[in-house]
């Protein structure tokens, strides 16, 4: 794609467009994402148009702008318009399916560990509401996807040995923590192999890999666009093909677009609907048009944001690279200041390259261990600077966080997985490697500290 007069190299060029302090150094983009100052210009000026003339802007024309919003997000991911509706963000989205679903008795649903917090307190929540049983593919990273694969299947074999009817899954399009890319092309073919609902929480997906829905084929797909796509918060899209359509009939709350089964009782229309007026949209998309009273400018500002990423940033391919790349090339830099690894598949060939890593988000090694009862530092795979205890090691991890916020002004996600604990790096277009090369040798300060035992709790 070529660039334009307005198009600013990647790097520190490119912070200009964005309004972070300029003390703050914005490494963990994956969390909560950022937008640019002129998406930021385009949100205000329609949260305008709502304050001066409420009643016609809400009734009446935000769902024109609306309209154009899903047009540009469905051209983006090779969908049609009447299959991608907006939500407020992931853990909404998947809710939202989850609940309409209405499990029965002797029906369950798979989910992979690790899975994202919510999501998985969502899972447990509903299985205390409704007749839904969860069951879980276990498994650490790193992992051969053909390993992946395998204990899935196994998972939905033992399902159906108890005498249950596997009906869905939900798996990561990138997983968050560790933030790696999931084979969920490979699993949702496997699903549809097997006859199981495919339910992809891509919260970390658009605006961040290639997405083709219609290669792809899922049975709901769900992404925040505030996180990669350059959007404000909260704004995700929901994809779902026509074909399950039927099966979503309210909203989280339920709201003006609810669809009641035929034997239900009578509701009161619409009051935001024209009853003379002819209709132009599929009961989905009406479903989803208007949620309870809320601030959705956020979804409109979809248009505005693909404008930026193709005039200022060069386009989606350009973006998706580079983002890549500095991700990957800082999270290199990192582990070699601390004498450790980047996660990525085991037992890779030489030239053969990480699937795990096709993201914008890497995780490093810290050389901080975690024992289990009885476990000395010679059984690890890896020799550790320290070995923290089961109860140390939260606290240490949310020192190092703590710390690298108020003293130099950044932060980091740092968790425990496996016996290790790690961090995780964002790539972005205002990102440089020197970025990740200064934090490396603020980590390797900090591990330093935490193995001389100078955090507190």
């Not at 968050?176 to 496997?190: C, D, K, L, Q, Y």
């Not at 966080?401 to 932060?411: P, W």
Request: net charge negative; proline share 7%; hydrophobic share 40%.
């Amino acid at each position: 794609m070529s660039a334009t007069d307005q198009t600013t190299p990647f790097g520190k060029p490119m912070l200009k467009h964005w309004m972070f302090d300029p003390s703050y150094k914005n490494l963990n983009h994956g969390s909560f994402g950022a937008h640019p100052i002129p998406v930021k210009n385009a949100q205000r000026a329609y949260m305008d148009l709502a304050d001066r003339r409420p009643d016609p802007y809400i009734r009446w024309y935000h769902s024109e702008h609306l309209i154009k919003a899903r047009e540009a997000v469905a051209k983006l991911i090779n969908a049609q318009r009447s299959e991608c509706v907006f939500v407020k963000n992931a853990t909404t989205g998947v809710a939202t399916v989850l609940y309409n679903l209405n499990f029965q008795p002797g029906e369950a649903l798979i989910y992979f560990e690790p899975v994202y917090g919510a999501v998985e307190k969502g899972l447990v929540s509903l299985q205390e509401h409704s007749s839904l049983q969860g069951r879980k593919v276990s498994f650490q990273f790193p992992i051969s996807e053909d390993e992946l694969e395998r204990r899935f299947r196994e998972v939905i074999r033992q399902t159906r040995e108890e005498g249950l009817k596997v009906r869905a899954s939900v798996f990561d399009g990138i997983v968050s923590n560790p933030g790696v890319r999931f084979p969920f092309e490979r699993i949702t073919a496997v699903c549809r192999e097997e006859g199981i609902l495919s339910v992809i929480d891509a919260a970390h997906g658009i605006g961040q890999i290639p997405l083709d829905m219609q290669k792809l084929q899922p049975d709901f797909f769900v992404s925040n666009c505030h996180k990669w796509l350059y959007t404000p918060r909260s704004c995700a899209i929901l994809y779902t093909p026509q074909r399950n359509q039927h099966l979503l009939r309210t909203t989280l709350p339920t709201s003006w677009g609810f669809i009641p089964n035929p034997e239900s009782p009578e509701t009161i229309a619409s009051v935001l609907s024209d009853p003379n007026a002819a209709t132009t949209k599929t009961p989905y998309e009406t479903l989803f048009e208007f949620v309870a009273t809320s601030d959705d400018s956020a979804y409109i500002c979809v248009p505005a944001a693909l404008e930026f990423r193709e005039k200022v940033c060069g386009g989606e391919e350009a973006i998706m690279s580079y983002c890549q790349h500095v991700a990957n090339e800082g999270a290199d830099a990192v582990a070699a200041i601390l004498g450790t690894e980047v996660m990525q598949e085991p037992d890779l060939k030489p030239g053969q390259s990480s699937n795990m890593r096709k993201c914008a988000m890497t995780n490093v090694r810290l050389p901080i261990a975690v024992a289990t009862a009885g476990q000395g530092a010679d059984s690890f795979n890896h020799t550790p600077l320290v070995v923290l205890s089961q109860e140390e090691a939260p606290n240490a991890f949310s020192w190092i966080q703590k710390t690298l916020t108020d003293e130099h002004s950044t932060f980091l996600p740092v968790f425990r997985h496996g016996p290790w604990l790690w961090t995780r790096l964002s790539g972005q277009t205002y990102l440089e490697k020197s970025d990740f090369e200064a934090v490396g040798v603020i980590l390797r300060d900090l591990c330093e500290k935490v193995a001389k035992k100078e955090f507190k709790a």
